[in-house]
C-alpha cells in the first residue's frame, strides 16, 4: 500500500508539476504567478496540517459554503492528493532548474533547423533537462515515498493503511511498539535504498550514455 | 636592518654549520620511482638552487624536506633531528620550516594581516599585538605593508608572493623552502619577487629555491642541484644547470 | 470561541491554571506549547543536530594517507568511519515520521526506560538534523583545496586549528543554504509530533477541535499560516544565500 500510495502520488506529483512548469515558462503574467504562488505555498506547507486540512477541514468547508454533505469514502485519494501537492511544488523547481539549465544554443540550433516551439520542446529541451536533473528528481520521489508516511495522520480503513499506519494498528492490539515499528523501519529502509540504487544506476546510465551537459 | 637569523633564538637548537642534510633520500608512487638516492648537504646561510623539468619530483622533494610527504628509503637531518623513512616526520619541526608554494598559498577568507599572523598567534601564542607588530614588520620588508588589510583576492600574483614570502619569515624558520616562486606569474611581477628572494639570499636566510628561472638561480644560489630521470646531481658550478634537458613531449 | 482566542491558544498554548503560575516570569513563557513549543524544538534540535553533524561528518573524513599509522589506529579508524556512515545512512533513508515513532517508543520497549517528551522530541531531531547537517558539510569539506591544509601544516597549526580557522570559515558560505533550508524543514516536520501527543500547534489544534465548538477548517488554516509565514522568509532568505554561494563557485 506504501508503494501504491508512493507511485500514485508521484505520478500525480509529476504531472502537477509539469504543469505548474508551464505556468511559470508561460508568456503570460497571470499564468507565470500562478506558478510562482503554487510553488510558494505547497513547498512552504507542512504536510500533517496540510493533510488534516484536506481530510476533515475540506469537508466542513465544503457543507459550510454549498449545503451538500461532502462525499465520503475519498479519504485515500485526498491524501494521495495532499502529497501529490507537496511533491509536485518540489518537482516544478526541479524542472524549472532543469530547463533553464539547457544551453540556450540548443534551441536557437534548434530553431534554425526549422523546428516548431512546441517540437523544440519536446524534443530538445526537455529530454536534455530531463538528464541533467535525473538525480534531483529521483530524490523528490524517494522522499515523496518517505512522505506516505505521514498519512498515518488520517484515520484510512484498514486496508488502504500504509505500512506505519499498520504497525500502528498492530501495536494497538498487541501492546508493543517495538516489533512492527521496527519492521516498518526496516520495509522503510530497504525501500529507500534499492530506489535510491536503481534510480541512480539509471540517472547515471542515462547520463553517461548522453554525456551531461557542460 | 635585516633581523639577523643568527641572533634569533628558536627551541630547536640551531646547528653550527649543517642545517639540512639528505642522504639516499628515494620515493615511490603506484607508477614507479620518482628518484632514488638524492643526497645533497646546505650549511648555514647558503642557498641551494634546485632544477628539473616538470614532473622531476622537486615539489615532492620539498614537500618531503616540510613533512607534508613521506618517503620511501633514505634519511634526513634537518637541524639536528633526525628524520627517517619509516618513522613519523617529528612534531616539532612543524612551524619551523618555512615553506611557499607554487599557488594557492594565502587563505581566501584573511586579509593579509590575518594570514601572516595566523602562524604566530596559533603557533607561537604571541598576542594579538606582539603578532601584529612582528607582522607588519615581515610585511615591511617585503614592500607590501600597505596591503595589511585587503584580501589575497584582490592582490597581484606577485603581491600574494610576496605576502606569502613575509608569512613564512614572520615565523623565524632556520630554513626556507621556496618551490617556484615565480611560476605563474607574469614577467613584472616575478621580477618584483626575484628581487626580494636576492635580497633575502644576501642577507643570509637558508634557502632551498626550486626555480625553473635559471638566471635567478645563477645569481641567487651558491649551489646547485639538477634532479633529472629520478637522480640529484649536485655542484657549486652553475655550469650544471645547462645538462637541463627539457624532454620533447 | 472568537478567532483571536482560537489563535491565542494555537500559539501558545492552554493557558494554566492560576495556582500553577510562578508570579516572577511572564505566563505564556511558562507553558510553552503551540507554536511556541514548536519554535523552541526545532531551535533546540538545530543547535544539538549542529554539534552532532559536526561530529559525524569529522568521523567519516578520510584520514590523510599515513604510512606510519599502525594497525590498530588504521582498524579503530575504520571503525569510526563506518559506524558514522551506518548512523547517516540508516536515519537519511528513514521518513521523519518513523524516526519520531521510533524514538519516542523504542527506549521504552526495549530498554524500558521512560524520558520526558520534550526530551525525545528534541532527541529525535537533533538526530535528523545532525544528519542532514554532517552531509552538507562533508561535502563542504571536500570543497577546500588540499593545498590549505598543507599550508597550515607548515604553519605549525594542529590538525584542529586548522578546522577551526581554516577550513569552517571557508565552508561556511557554501553550507549556508542548506542550513537554512534544513532549518525550514525541521521547522515544518515538528508537526509529525502531533502523533505522539507532544503539544506543539498541530496537536494543540486537534485538541482545540475536539473540546470546543471551532470549525476546525478555519483552526487549521490557523495553523497552516503559522508554518508558511516563517517557512516562506526563511526560503527567501536561503534564495538569496544560494546566490551568493553561485557567486563564489564563479
Known sequence: MTMLIAAVSGLGAAIIGFLVLQCRCSARGPLRALGVGFVMTFRNLPLVPLLLFLTFGLPGLWTALSGRPFPRGLE?????????????????????????????????AARSLGLTPGAIRRCVIYPQAARIVAPALASRFIHNMKNSTVALVVPLPVDVMEVVGQAGRIAGQTFSWAEPLIFAACVHLLLAVCLGHVLNRWASLEQARIGATA | MRLDLASVPTELPVPSTMVLRLDGVGKRFDAGPIFERVSFNLRRREVLALCGVSGSGKTTLIKIIAGLVGFDEGRLEIGETDVRADVRYPNEL??????????????????????????????????????????????EHMGVASLADRYPATLSGGERQRVAIARALAMDPFLLLLDEPTANLDPERAEEVCERVLALAESGVTMVLVTHNVILARQAASRFALLQDGCCTVSREPAILDRLRYRRV | MTISEVAAILLFGYPLPPEMVDPRFPEFLQRPAGLLLTLLITVTSLLIGAVLGTVLALCRREAPEDPHADIVERCLDRAIRVSAAMIVEGVRGLPIMLLVLLVFHLPFRLLGLRFPSFLLAVAAFSLYAGVYFSESMRAGLRSVDSGMYQVGKVLGLTPRQILLRIELPLIYRTMKPDLINLTVTVFKDTSTLAVVAIPEITYVGRQLFMSEPVNYAVVLIIILIAYWLPATMLSALATRAEKQRAGLAV
Open chain 1, 76 to 108: 485515500l485519494t485526498l491524501v494521495i492528493l495532499g502529497l501529490a501537492l507537496n511533491t509536485a511544488a518540489y518537482l516544478a523547481e526541479i524542472m524549472l532548474a532543469g530547463v533553464t539549465a539547457v544551453a540556450p544554443q540548443q534551441v536557437a
Open chain 2, 94 to 139: 612543524y612551524g619551523k620550516i618555512g615553506v611557499i608554494f607554487q599557488d594557492h598559498n594565502l587563505f581566501p577568507h584573511l586579509t593579509v594581516l590575518g594570514n601572516v599572523t595566523l602562524g604566530l598567534r596559533e603557533h607561537k601564542r604571541l598576542s594579538v599585538r606582539q603578532a601584529k607588530e612582528r607582522a607588519l614588520f615581515e610585511l
